[in-house]
């Protein structure tokens, strides 16, 4: 049963509702954006982005469109003609896992990520999480490659410009400067 269907089934004309679809962002950097080497075992050790430069070039500039083409093709493929398209495929860069620029909290001089000045100094994606998740860690290796705190609170402001107070409109989301807006998110720029 698709959306449309479903939609239709319990009462709703096409014309009165809006399908808002989000694709993927880019967790990683590609290789030349990396803050570790790819040698020894740093990128995962110290940084939990154990990623070759070969497999996040691939992950970006393969695996990434071919899902969010899947994604928007899907829409098409239901026929679903109200549907419009909050594209993220970019929103995370400069803040992606391992990515010069930013680091983990403790790098970067902070004493939590908490802080509110954290927003432009760490990474927005968790970290791959593998034994550091057995006994009594507070992570969990579901949540690894997926959007922390500050990636949620910008993934929020997205959905937030999308919607456009009910009048919901497609584009691309991405950074648009530093600091928190005054709800407290990233400032994102939907384009």
């Known amino acids: 049963l698709n959306v449309r269907t479903a939609m239709r089934n319990a009462g709703y004309a096409d014309s009165s509702w809006t399908l808002l679809v989000q694709n993927y962002p880019s967790p ?18 110290t ?28 829409i098409s493929q239901a026929g679903i003609t ?9 929103a ?3 803040r992606r896992l391992c ?18 000045t954290a927003v432009d100094r760490t990474e927005w994606v968790n970290q791959i999480r ?10 969990y290796i579901q ?14 402001s997205c959905v937030r410009q999308a919607y456009n107070g009910g009048t919901p409109k497609s584009g691309t989301c991405v950074r648009g400067g530093n600091g928190l807006s005054s709800l407290g ?4 720029l939907l384009q």
């Open 82 to 90: 109200n549907a419009k398209t909050l594209n993220l495929a970019s």
């Open 47 to 74: 940084g939990g982005c154990g990623f070759w430069d070969n497999d996040a070039n691939w992950a970006n500039g393969t695996a990434l469109p071919t899902i969010n083409n899947t994604v928007t093709g899907a």
């Open 130 to 139: 593998t034994v550091t998740t057995a006994g009594s860690s507070p992570y």
């Open 28 to 45: 990683i950097p590609n290789s030349s954006g990396y803050r570790y080497s790819q040698s020894g075992y740093s990128r995962q050790n």
């Open 185 to 188: 998110e990233p400032r994102m």
């Open 143 to 156: 949540e690894s490659l997926h959007p922390n705190y500050w990636g949620q609170l910008a993934n929020r």
């Open 99 to 116: 990515e010069t620029g930013v680091g983990l909290y403790e790098e970067v001089g902070l004493s939590s990520w908490t802080q509110s």
């Open 92 to 94: 995370y860069n400069g």
